[in-house]
């Protein structure tokens, strides 16, 4: 697992983790069952509180990302999704809104915005419903 920081991101620095621990669990680079790092471990390779590394993990927990076992650590769990498409959709949603939003601001064409978010489908292999939970 490869996590890094851009101190000149308007994200914070939790934020950044978790969405890099989420990438790489879409992109198959950690696997259900994995051992994540301790808190320890990975506050001192990213030079950050522990507190933060805490905040990521219990989030991710929170989330059903993750799961801990005391004295063992932290897992990737299995997705087991409870929640309804019509709950679905609405988080999706306001996250494409922000997305929208911020290229509204940048500028960026509604064909680019479409030609960016294909290749992103393709990229996590998501095409023709392979993984749709419709």
Not at 20 to 45: M, S
Not at 50 to 73: C, M, W
Not at 77 to 106: G, P, T, W, Y
Request: proline share 4%; hydrophobic share 40%.
């Amino acid at each position: 697992m490869h996590l890094t920081i851009n101190p000149s991101s308007d994200r914070p620095v939790y934020q950044q983790l978790i969405d890099q621990i989420k990438r790489d669990i879409a992109l198959d680079r950690l696997r259900v069952g994995d051992k994540l790092p301790t808190v320890r471990q990975l506050a001192a390779k990213l030079l950050i509180n522990p507190n933060t590394i805490a905040k990521v993990y219990r989030t991710l927990e929170s989330d059903g990302i993750i799961r801990t076992r005391p004295g063992a650590g932290a897992f990737v769990s299995e997705i087991d999704s409870q929640l309804s498409l019509d709950v679905r959709r609405r988080i999706i949603c306001e996250q494409l809104e922000r997305v929208f939003v911020d290229a509204v601001h940048m500028q960026i064409s509604a064909a680019t915005l479409r030609k960016w978010f294909e290749d992103l489908i393709k990229k996590y292999s998501y095409l023709h419903g392979e993984t749709s939970h419709e």
